[in-house]
């Protein structure tokens, strides 16, 4: 069966986020005076074949922790769902 991943990787809200920072203030300096924060993180989309949904998701979790993401510095969440 075909998959697709869709995976968001954010810095832990303990952490400084630099970018985030960096817009919040241009942000503000253009006029969005309501805005009070932003974090800046990625978006990964993944396509993969695995035999189930359990396996799928397995299959990214697991790539989630030891390849896309820095568990010290980020979190993440994603969504797997079956493609035809």
Do not use: W
Not at 42 to 48: G, N, R, V
Not at 52 to 64: F, L, T, V, W, Y
Not at 65 to 75: A, C, D, R, V, Y
């Amino acid at each position: 069966m075909k998959f697709i991943a869709e995976i968001n990787v954010m810095p832990l809200k303990a952490l400084l986020d630099p970018q985030g920072k960096a817009v919040l203030q241009s942000m503000n300096n253009n006029g969005y005076k309501t805005t009070s924060d932003v974090r800046i993180g990625k978006h990964i989309t993944i396509e993969f074949e695995a035999a189930s949904n359990k396996e799928a998701e397995k299959i990214i979790d697991d790539a989630c922790k030891k390849m896309l993401t820095n568990p010290i510095m980020e979190s993440f969440e994603f969504n797997v769902k079956q493609i035809k």
